[in-house]
């Protein structure tokens, strides 16, 4: 025994020689930096991989074949017989493209505004010389269906209704569904930005007529920013053979008339179309029902979680595609951003606007999962905890598994082995 002994006490001396224990604190030497954002979100790897295939000629038929499945996959996953566009711009590209090629200038238009961007569909409004009637609601709430109704009945001038389905600076989502069936029933297009709403929220675009829908590639699509989608109905065509707005390059007519030949009026991103092309595939095999099941799930998981915490979840009426959260009284939101930067090399996002320092926001869009949550909502105690405000750890987290054994392990939530 003594001889063991020995050699135990040997080994540990040479284990403590070779491999010295630190003396200074822990701090992550290996932090793999993780996009947390409602966007940009999460790529998609196949997606990425895709992109390296780029190096193709946009007037050959190889592109021609790629542009008109990807066209095609698109109204497939928005479940829609309407066209569907898509051009190199960013998501607001796509709203300025839904405003100029339908309208003329002193059109009236009726804008609901409950945060950052519906402010810029404000802005976009004054920009293309509208007359626009403004419904605002306070950051955090949204525009009643019923509100839309009675400023229609007002005022049957009103050529255009224009919404967020999901208003992302505060984590609100807009009854499209009720706004859509009031809307249709006039002479008005129902104009949707749907940019964080597609993938997020169920969205039945022919059934609740929505006449125009914007998309955006770098939110639950999984692939970099740079593409907008807009899906147009006979409505909104109708509509735009009367606008005098000055256009060029989002000249949807043209976008129409040449991707009928799997072209685009203009150098495609044809990178980014084939990312896309991917992201449409993986989509479809999943289903996009699910794809809205899983930030839905996710958005229900996070509000438990920071309400177990005992944090306020900011919007009255919450979507799915991000959750904005109050932090602890004192405390400026911005604080537990960069907490999560410089901590752990993580992404999240600061309220926008006049909510900077009032909210921090948790994406569930796209490619997110519980994984993802899990660790989010560990690292969230442990923040709070090193900014003085204590939590027991792990109370978060159960609440994220509470939800999870809920959906995906239902046999075991009703044995009770979660408890």
Same mark, same amino acid.
């Given at each position: 025994m003594a001889a063991v002994a020995q050699a135990v006490s040997l080994l540990s001396r040479e284990s403590s020689r070779?491999?010295?224990?630190?003396?200074?604190?822990?701090? &992550?030497?290996? !932090? !793999?930096?993780r996009l947390l954002t409602p966007g940009p979100t999460p790529l998609l790897p196949a997606a990425l991989h895709a992109m390296m295939g780029s190096d193709i000629h946009h007037r050959t038929e190889d592109f021609r074949n790629l542009y008109r499945q990807v066209l095609a996959d698109l109204k497939e996953v928005l479940g829609t017989s309407n066209d569907v566009l898509t051009l190199v711009a960013s998501g607001s590209g796509g709203l300025e493209a839904a405003t100029q090629n339908f309208f003329s200038p002193g059109d009236e238009t009726l804008v609901c505004c409950a945060g950052k961007f519906g402010e810029r569909w404000v802005e976009i409004m004054k920009? $293309?010389? &509208? *007359?626009?009637?403004?419904? !605002? +609601?306070?950051y955090g709430d949204v525009v009643a269906p019923a509100a839309v109704e009675a400023a229609l009945a007002a005022n049957p001038n009103l050529k255009g209704v224009f919404v967020q389905a999901s208003e992302t600076s505060t984590g609100a989502a807009h009854d499209v569904k009720a706004m859509g069936e009031i809307v249709k029933k006039t002479k008005a297009i129902f104009v949707v930005d749907a940019i964080t709403g597609i993938?997020? &929220?169920?969205?039945?675009?022919?059934? $609740?007529?929505?006449?125009?829908?914007?998309?955006? @590639?770098? *939110? +639950?699509?999984?692939?970099?920013?740079?593409l907008a989608?807009? +899906?147009? @109905?006979? *409505? +909104? $065509?109708?509509?735009a053979e009367t606008s005098t707005a000055p256009r060029f390059y989002f000249d949807l007519k043209k976008e129409k008339k040449n991707a009928v030949n799997g072209e685009s009026a203009w150098t495609p991103n044809t990178a980014l179309l084939l990312a896309l092309g991917e992201a449409l595939k993986y989509i479809k095999n999943l289903g996009m029902d699910k794809l809205v099941a899983n930030a839905e799930i996710l958005a229900r998981a996070t509000r438990a979680a920071v309400t177990e915490l005992g944090l306020v979840i900011?919007? @009255?009426?919450?979507?799915? @595609?991000?959750?904005?959260?109050?932090?602890?009284?004192? &405390?400026?939101?911005?604080?537990?951003? !960069?907490?999560?930067? =410089?901590?752990?090399?993580?992404?999240?996002?600061?309220?926008?606007?006049?909510?900077?320092?009032?909210?921090?926001?948790?994406?569930?869009?796209?490619?997110?999962?519980?994984?993802?949550?899990?660790?989010?909502?560990?690292?969230?105690?442990?923040?709070?905890?090193?900014?003085?405000?204590p939590v027991k750890f792990g109370s978060g987290v159960a609440?994220?598994? =509470?939800?999870?054994?809920?959906v995906a392990m239902p046999q075991a939530v009703l044995a009770g082995t979660n408890r």
């Open positions: 070779l491999f010295p224990c630190p003396t200074i604190p822990y701090r &992550m030497y290996i !932090k !793999k930096q920009a $293309w010389g &509208m *007359k626009a009637t403004v419904l !605002k +609601a306070r993938g997020t &929220m169920p969205l039945d675009i022919d059934g $609740w007529g929505l006449d125009i829908i914007v998309g955006g @590639s770098q *939110k +639950a699509f999984m692939i970099p920013p740079g989608f807009v +899906a147009i @109905s006979p *409505k +909104a $065509w109708a509509l900011f919007s @009255s009426s919450p979507g799915s @595609s991000v959750t904005a959260v109050r932090p602890p009284a004192g &405390m400026d939101s911005g604080v537990i951003v !960069k907490e999560f930067r =410089n901590r752990f090399n993580a992404i999240i996002t600061n309220g926008q606007g006049s909510m900077k320092g009032e909210i921090f926001r948790i994406a569930h869009l796209g490619y997110f999962d519980f994984h993802d949550l899990f660790a989010l909502i560990a690292e969230l105690e442990l923040i709070l905890t090193a900014n003085g405000y609440a994220v598994q =509470n939800v999870y054994a809920e």
